[in-house]
């Protein structure tokens, strides 16, 4: 975020520090002098508010800190009121707020004037509202998609380290993936190895045979679990016990959750099919509907970034090196931009490193060729190609052209610095 200098006596600075229920208003006249004030988060003044700034003789610029979702209504009824909105990020007021009082406490008071200084500094980014960018829908679908993971996650946690530890320890053998749903329906069904050998072993196959899902060897699957549960070590309750109705209550929400998420997959997949990006997005190897959904919910349209270092800044994807003298750190993320998109990309890189035929695998082999066992060279090799699964979403979208695997091994070694920048985005 570089600053941009306002010149002298053009605007009427506002700063203004959002909170849940009171909002306090410091502006400062191209004269110099400053007004302070609270308000309250209501329409009487909002209403106020817009009509005291459109009554000044100098255009306000306004500058606020994202909190929270708080700022949102009050953003974008400033901005449709016509005002220029400038964000300040909260990272730049905690640093300013310490050089500047050599404190690190914060009031509102404080924060405000915080606020002023860096507005007055062009320490600032312009304020990208979703609504108004038609993002709204679909930063609430990923943020839906997003909780529901969460909760299914925290579920599956507590089924495989209290229910399964407690009552079929060996069950946990069986689980491959956390997209298994028949994993749960089987434990729904028979929640204890009493609720298997009550049968016997032809019976037990007829019960569990429908439930159990596609398997190469199901008669091997059912007899081996069956056996199974002959030889449990887990507590001996009976099927009608209190702590297995709970258990298989948890169950049941996990698959409620399941659900949720799949249906949450198809709407995004039916509301975006449409989009030129959503679908050039997808040629990318590793990047499903719902990544893709999250990258586009997030940083909009990847177009108003005109460099991919800005992009990558964005994502907090770009390198952070510490140096002072003689001393020089090792270069390292700077995680200081979107969460979500480097989450996003990360996933995407994870997926593209699984197949074989395309361009982000051959630069993770090229990363651990030296030490292949080596933990650090791996983490240091997806984080490079999550930045570059970033640079070419990027360059996609700048180029309006759809992913090629092996671009790169069609051009000549060196001849990539005579393409075109928006073309060198696409493959570096």
Known sequence: MAPEPMPARTWTFVAIDVAKQTNDVLMEYPDGTRQRWRMTNTLHHYRLLRDRLQALTVPPLIGFEATGNYHRPLAYFLGQAGFDLRLISSLAMARTRDALYNSWDKNDPKDAQVLLHLLKSGVTQR????????????????????????????????????????????????????RSQWFSRLLHRFPCPAAITRYSKEAFHQEAWSVVGRKVNKRGFLDDLYATAQESIGLPVTEECEAMQSFRLMLQHHQELCTARASLEQRADQKLSGHPDYQRLRTLPGVGPILALTILAEAGDLRRFSHHRQFLKFCGLDLSTQQ?????????????????????????????????ENSFRQKYDRYLKGDPRNADRKRKAMSAVAAKMARVAHGLMKTGTDYRPFFEAAVPSGALRSLVPSRHAVTS
């Open 324 to 356: 002072s003298g003689q001393f020089r750190g090792q270069s390292k993320l700077s995680k200081h931009g979107n969460g979500r998109l480097r989450c996003a990309f990360w996933m995407a890189a994870q997926g593209a490193i699984r197949m074989r």
């Open 127 to 178: 304020y990208h509202d979703p609504l108004v960018h038609e993002l709204n829908d679909w930063q609430e679908l990923a943020q839906a998609h997003f909780q529901v993971s969460l909760r299914k996650t925290r579920v599956q946690h507590s089924i495989l380290t209290h229910y399964l530890p407690l009552y079929f320890p060996e069950m946990e053998r069986y689980y491959t993936q956390s």
